[in-house]
């Protein structure tokens, strides 16, 4: 059977207009695609309600990306041996492989011996299909994803504070808020579509402030009115600092939270100890500016934004709690114009986290400590209960390390490189390397692929249909609008192929996408994350929605927990009492500098479609460090020397590149 006939093809053909979403970040822009004699053309798409038309610079190249087939992987391949070459093998011939080998490795070393390692990237159906068959019918929690790099923290953060993996606010709260706080996110380079409506918001009124709290002067910090410059990994005394001046100014709601929070009795002298004057020893900042920080919350409508700065840290679940608490502390949530809003980096980590795509979720929210969750999940599945079994799996950096040690023999890597995005990359080499069984499917010749022993090409954006959730809960549907190259295939259906071919024909008996997102839809019915009022037809009907969305003439859900109710056992949310732990490294005479990473404003995590456009290469062509004048001139650096940084993990070689921006003691690497 032919791609046309398996997969849904929309308008494109027919109406020659497309409305379909940027497959790059978690904001999640619409796109309209049209198609004419010269082929297809891009542009932002006006009516849809995250970027009304505007797209930033690796939005509107996407088709230079997807025009390009060079690096497409094309054709199914496998090998023997490894001492032998791959070869180009029919897909039956890979899929039924696929399938016998993980089969027979779970047979002979257990369930647990084989894992799925997979990605925020993944449309809604795939991440699905892929924790379906590896929970449901593998019997195993291994599958994890590239997401655990980035959100696992702010889910935890989440779930300690407001009961739920839930994010409270939506973009328009951008619009309305007087004071941002933006914390551990360059938004101006990592979520540029959204740092413009904050732009245009402070342009709208002056008096609102924008205050950023980064290491580094980045561009977002350049239009801060406060700029608090901390020490790398200080954020929960400054957090605790922040709170204390909200209750010393009197901007503490104390009978919001007597009627929805507990905790407060931990937490109040907890804050009462921690003032500016001690905060600012910890994070190097000025006292006053933190006082003058807090100030500016106090009485106002302000949210706070954060991203990986916050989330990608031995400290990260406290960080983004003790940020929440400041919201939570002046009864904020859920109030237009407010809240804590974390900014996802992938296009559908929301996605994944609600079909329960983690080592340790189960779909729709659902607990894996919980035997009723379990139970239900299984009941639907209709796989016998037990099945599902209660510790969790393998996370990310877990996995790594069962595949070195040979605990693990098994690994399907799907749209993900963790070679280059790992921590510990050679590790990651030493684990692929002794796996038994390497399976790749992506669709392009990632730096992955030469540990594979099984590739499954696949189709990519613009050639698949699915769902994907942006940052504010937002649904929508990308859609098809040509067919992959060469053989590729959607993910979807390779999963399910796959599936199939491991005997779970009833249970994976999908005829196209839609039939997928219908299922997971139904599996939500009365989660916090309930989308059963969605389905295809509906979101290509409506365009997009958030969840909850419990109906058919449910119009979806802007903000949660407006009425002070939260899905906790008493329905209060939990103030986060900690003192601010030291689980990194402390710095020494033989590693002396701190090296933080983020991104850059016109590439896309590995580079495998963003290194394809000539035009976003070229304006920052070469790796470089950032590092302080004064530590360079220490070490006999200049600028654009090339430089080798150093960890106890690893090394790599870069420009080097003098600013001020930084702190000393300090470097950053994209
Ligand atoms: Fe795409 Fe994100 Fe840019 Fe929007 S902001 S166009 S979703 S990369």
Redesign the pocket.
């Known amino acids: 059977m032919g791609w046309h006939e398996m997969c849904t093809w929309p308008a494109m053909i027919a109406a020659d207009v497309l409305r379909t979403a940027?497959p790059?970040?978690g904001?999640?822009?619409g796109i309209v695609l049209e198609s004419g004699p010269d082929g297809l053309r891009l542009e932002g798409d006006a009516q849809h309600p995250g970027?009304r038309g505007k797209?930033?610079s690796?939005?509107r190249t996407l088709l230079h990306a997807a025009l390009r087939t060079d690096t497409r992987l094309l054709h199914p391949e496998m090998r023997d041996g490894r001492d032998q070459p791959r070869r180009r093998v029919p897909w039956a011939e890979a899929i039924a492989r696929t399938a016998e080998r993980f089969r027979a490795i779970q047979k002979r070393h257990g369930r647990d011996a084989v894992a799925l390692y997979v990605s925020g990237q993944c449309l809604t159906e795939e991440y699905y299909l892929a924790n379906k068959l590896a929970k449901g019918f593998l019997g195993t929690n291994n599958i994890d994803t590239n997401s655990r790099l980035c959100m696992s923290s702010a889910v935890a953060g989440h779930k300690a504070t407001l009961g739920s993996d839930c994010v409270p606010g939506c973009y328009e709260d951008i619009d309305l808020a007087d004071t941002w706080l933006v914390t551990g996110a360059n938004m101006a380079f990592a979520?540029?579509?959204l740092f413009r409506r904050l732009e245009a918001a402070k342009a709208a009124d002056p008096a609102r402030k924008l205050i950023v709290i980064d290491p580094r002067r980045t561009d977002t910090a350049q239009s801060a009115d406060l700029h608090l410059a901390i020490r790398p990994g200080s954020d929960v005394a400054l957090h605790l600092a922040l709170g204390h001046e909200l209750l010393r100014q009197g901007a503490v709601d104390e009978t919001w939270i007597s009627d929805h929070a507990a905790g407060w009795e931990r937490l109040r002298p907890l804050l009462e100890v921690w003032s500016p004057d001690r905060a600012a020893a910890v994070c190097d900042v000025p006292a006053a500016d933190i006082a003058t920080a807090a100030s500016w919350l106090a009485g106002r409508r302000w949210m706070s934004l954060w991203t990986m700065g916050l989330n990608q840290s031995s400290s990260g679940t406290d960080k983004v709690a003790s940020l929440i608490n400041l919201s939570l502390i002046t009864g904020t949530v859920g109030k237009p114009g407010c809240g804590p809003f974390s900014l996802t980096g992938q296009p559908n980590a929301m996605g994944g986290r609600e079909v329960g795509g983690l080592a340790n979720l189960l779909p729709a929210h659902r607990s894996l400590a919980s035997a009723a969750d379990r139970n239900q999940v299984e009941d639907f599945w209709g796989v016998p209960r037990g099945t599902i079994p209660a510790a969790p799996g393998l996370t990310a950096v877990e996995l790594v390390e069962a595949l070195r040690s040979g605990r693990c023999k098994a690994v399907w890597i799907i749209a993900t490189n963790p070679v280059a995005s790992l921590p510990a990359a050679l590790r990651c080499d030493e684990a692929l390397r002794a796996a038994e069984l390497v399976v790749v499917q992506d669709a392009y010749a990632n730096d992955t692929l030469p540990f594979a022993d099984i590739v499954l090409p696949a189709a990519t954006w613009p050639e698949k249909c699915g769902s994907m959730t942006t940052s504010e809960r937002r649904v929508h549907l990308v859609e098809a609008a040509r067919p992959p190259p060469g053989e590729a295939r959607p993910d979807w259906r390779i999963i399910r192929d796959v599936a199939v071919a491991m005997g779970f024909d009833a249970a994976f008996a999908f005829a196209d996408e839609a039939a997928v997102f219908a299922e997971h839809c139904a599996l939500t019915r009365g989660t916090d994350c309930d989308m059963s009022g969605l389905s295809h037809e509906r979101l290509r009907r409506e365009r997009s929605l958030q969840w909850p969305c419990p109906d058919e003439g449910h119009p979806g859900t802007d903000r949660l927990f407006a009425d002070g109710r939260f899905p906790t056992h008493d329905g209060r949310a939990r103030l986060w009492s900690g003192e601010p732990a030291q689980r990194h490294e402390a710095v020494d005479a033989e590693f002396p500098l701190i090296l933080t990473t983020g991104r850059i404003r016109d590439q896309w995590h590995t580079q495998t479609r963003s290194g394809l456009v000539n035009k976003l290469v070229r304006t920052e062509p070469a790796a470089f460090c950032e590092i302080h004048p004064d530590d360079a001139a220490a070490r006999g650096i200049g600028d654009g020397d090339l430089v080798e940084i150093v960890s106890r993990r690893g090394a790599c070689r870069a420009r080097a590149r003098l600013g001020d921006g930084i702190r000393t003691g300090v470097c950053f690497l994209p």
């Open positions: 940027c790059y970040c904001v999640g822009c970027n797209l930033c690796k939005g979520h540029p579509i």
